[in-house]
């Protein structure tokens, strides 16, 4: 009981419109850079590539996937470090280096056999609109580009690389009454036996 208060708080301001959508959702689609990362990109002078990523957002990507979801990536650039951190997380697929997001997100369909409306996907500027204006859940972070948020269904309370893909995660399971299970299942003492 006390974990279905929590949770309702932690979604209390979550429209009807925003659980319908989600409780359609069969994949999760996720921009990398201001999504999964704070956007910002560090070279060293050996000009190797550093990102902080956010493990609250990669431990929900394993209990996506055991609830059912698929997990996928769509990013414009290529870069080793994300190809590494989505095989580490077992994302179903992930396409780097893409420009044209609107046809990578059509063939993602076609090869999948699903509609538009079970799809949701996160992201943060003008090249993720062709996916986000298209989706069943469409989710930008909080602090996405001002003219990029008015075709989302939902605006995260947090930023990129601070939580929005868990947030999201955690809203998808909800939707389909799987949170609170897991919470209280985790939660229970017999579990530090198995």
Partial sequence: METEKIVAAYFAHISDEVWERAAKIKLIITDIDGVMTDGGIIYDDNKLEFKKFNVKDGLIVYHL?????????ITGRESYVVQNRCEELKFDFHYHGVKNKGKKFNEVLETLELQAEEVAFIGDDLIDLPILSRVGLAVVSSDAMEYVKPIAHYVSRFKGGEGVFREVG??????????????????????DKK
Avoid: C, F, Y
Avoid at 65 to 73: I, P, T
Avoid at 179 to 187: F, G, H, K, M
């Fill in 170 to 191: 955690d809203l998808l399971l909800h939707s389909n009454e799987q949170l609170v299970p897991l919470i209280d299942t985790l939660s229970q003492t017999e579990n």
């Fill in 65 to 73: 996937r055991k609830s059912g979801l698929m997990v996928g990536a």
